[in-house]
């Protein structure tokens, strides 16, 4: 009884058929329902970034499960202090944490954190078309892709967007009623676009001339992603606050709100909340995470991965150019080649990577990816593109 393409009979219909049902994975390999291998290039979005069932997260989610799993924020735990101390020095100290369940509410608490601080009538959010940050109304709201707020009108008001990478319009949207800029350092599920980093030393200049807070969402490029541990070191740059998620777990749902402590400061009991949020289960799985990602330096295996891939990957047929930064690359394909049919037969060979665009492809296999796994994958989508790349 393998299961092909409506396999969810009973879920709601917000995504397409499913290709493939998985069941298992180690590391950059995932097998399907009918026992078939593939190469992750994708990681469910940038999550699994030590790979799947990595031995020392799964080890210690057992016996966190075996010990305490949840107490709720009333009372105390002895592991979310623990991760939130090594979030807090990654970012460089001085800070403290809100943990969530997830990217999105992550984001939730840094807009609540930046209307609470700028106060009454300051509390418009600026962000970037194209960006995403998420898909609850404040989030979806902020998320720069008016196409899809149009279903879901009215929004939360209070956001404003601007193109990226153009510091005079964002200049001009900076006006008193703004508390704070949202951005991503690269544009994940945008289409992979890097912000440039002149534009974000720009941002952090116009921040601080008009007294805005500069809100990064990292939850898809933080921890190591771009070969740093966070995408704006590339600009030398300090945000204010810093949203993280997806990596944070390696699997288990998990999301972080970073803050300068003096901004983090505004918020009282009472101001925010959420029941699962820094439970020991999670919490443990993240440190776990953690632990490994810096026992192994994975910005430094990121970076030099990354290097390996994209030059791969620009000497491939069809592949007109790549762009991205570390292990999250997007390939733009030659023109009148569809990702979405390249994809698909990739996935068909046995790997798997996600049309971003209707004419990119995006990259972003584990931070622990060998060279031989990516020379795999290389040779599968050579072949995969040699075939539609054909002159006809
Ligand atoms: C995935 C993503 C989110 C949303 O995270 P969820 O866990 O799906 O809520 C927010 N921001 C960015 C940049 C993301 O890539």
């Given amino acids: 009884m393998a299961p092909t393409t409506d396999s969810r009979p009973w879920h709601m219909p917000t995504y397409a058929p ?25 990681c469910g979005l940038a999550v699994t970034g030590l790979g799947h069932s990595h031995p020392v997260v799964a080890e210690a989610i057992a016996v ?8 709720s924020n009333l009372y105390g735990n002895v592991v979310a202090p623990e991760v939130a101390a090594t979030i807090d020095r990654l970012l460089g100290g001085g800070g403290q944490v809100f943990f969530t369940n997830s990217g999105a509410e992550a984001n939730e ?8 601080w700028g106060g009454r009538g300051r509390h418009v959010v600026v962000s970037a078309y194209g960006s995403f940050h998420g898909r609850t109304l404040a989030t979806l709201h902020a998320t720069g892709q008016p196409a899809k707020h149009e279903t879901f009108q009215p929004l939360p008001e209070g956001f404003r967007h601007v193109p990226l990478n153009d510091l005079d319009a ?16 690269l544009q994940g599920e945008g289409g992979v676009w890097p912000a440039d980093p002149d534009y974000l030393r720009g941002v952090r200049r116009l921040c601080d001339e008009r007294g805005a807070l500069l809100m990064m969402d990292e939850v898809q490029t933080g921890l190591g992603r ?11 740059i300090r945000p204010d606050v810093v949203q993280l998620a997806k990596a944070l777990g ?6 972080a709100c970073w803050a300068r402590a003096d901004v983090a400061a505004v918020f009282e009991p ?36 990354g290097a390996r891939l994209a030059e791969g990957l620009a000497g491939l047929p069809g592949v007109v150019d790549v762009r991205g930064l570390g292990l999250l690359l997007g390939a733009e394909l ?34 622990l990816v060998g060279d031989h796994e990516i020379d795999e994958a290389l040779a599968i989508l050579d072949a995969v593109l040699r075939e539609r790349a054909q002159p006809s």
């Fill in 270 to 305: 009472g101001d925010h909340g959420t029941t699962y949020g820094g439970q020991p289960l999670a919490t443990s799985a993240a440190r776990a995470t953690l632990a490994v990602m810096e026992a192994e330096d994975v910005p430094a295996r990121a970076d030099r991965a």
């Fill in 64 to 71: 966190q499960a075996a010990t305490l799993m949840h107490v």
């Fill in 170 to 185: 964002l200049e001009g949207a900076l006006d008193p009623s703004v508390t704070a800029v949202l951005l991503e350092p």
């Fill in 250 to 255: 390696n699997g288990m749902p998990i999301g």
């Fill in 334 to 367: 030659a023109e009148g080649i569809d990702a979405k049919e390249i994809a698909a037969v990739a996935l068909d060979a046995g790997l798997v990577v996600n049309p971003i665009t209707p004419t990119a492809l995006r990259l972003a296999p584990p931070l």
């Fill in 226 to 236: 771009t070969g740093r541990w966070f995408g704006f070191e590339h600009a030398g």
């Fill in 18 to 42: 499913v290709p493939v049902t998985f069941v298992r994975g180690a590391g950059t390999e995932l097998w399907d329902t009918e026992g078939r291998r593939y190469l992750d290039f994708l």
């Fill in 109 to 116: 608490c840094a807009i609540k954190l930046a209307r609470k």
